[in-house]
């Protein structure tokens, strides 16, 4: 097999994940660094218990990649008017936070996983379900 063969092989997978999963990509690690970083800070600069800093870190995260996601991923408006588009992913957006806040009370209260490392599980698994969600249930990717 030579060079050219095994590149057309490597790509054809990643052909298959859409054009937005990049972007989307992108816009969620602006949204995760507003997260983690909230989270972090709130925990070790205020002295927030984790449960409370998740949440203020989260939401805050989310309201970050909604905007950035309608402006650079998905097209806005579409499948439904703002309004219910915004109650949707406000939805998907609670479900986010509840799965976060499980997999990190998993994480770090009966695995004694530390804090850092919960949370960047956490982030992991809510970025697939928003993605996911989204993508499937609320936007239309623009063409």
Do not use: C
């Not at 816009?27 to 995760?32: D, F, I, K």
């Not at 804090?115 to 969600?133: M, R, S």
């Amino acid at each position: 097999m030579d060079v050219e063969q095994l590149g057309v092989r490597l790509m054809r997978p990643m052909q298959a994940i859409p054009a937005t999963f990049y972007s989307y990509f992108i816009v969620g690690g602006v949204a995760t660094v507003v997260d983690i970083g909230g989270f972090m800070l709130l925990i070790a600069k205020f002295g927030v218990p984790w449960f409370w800093a998740a949440v203020a870190s989260f939401l805050v995260s989310v309201v970050v990649n909604y905007v950035l996601s309608i402006r650079f991923v998905f097209e806005s408006g579409v499948r439904f008017q703002r309004h219910h588009e915004a109650v949707l992913v406000l939805g998907v957006s609670a479900i986010g936070l509840l799965l976060n806040e499980a997999v990190l009370w998993v994480m770090i209260e009966m695995a004694d996983v530390g804090k850092l490392p919960a949370k960047l599980f956490a982030t992991a698994v809510v970025f697939l379900w928003n993605y996911g969600a989204r993508q499937k249930f609320i936007f239309r990717a623009p063409r």
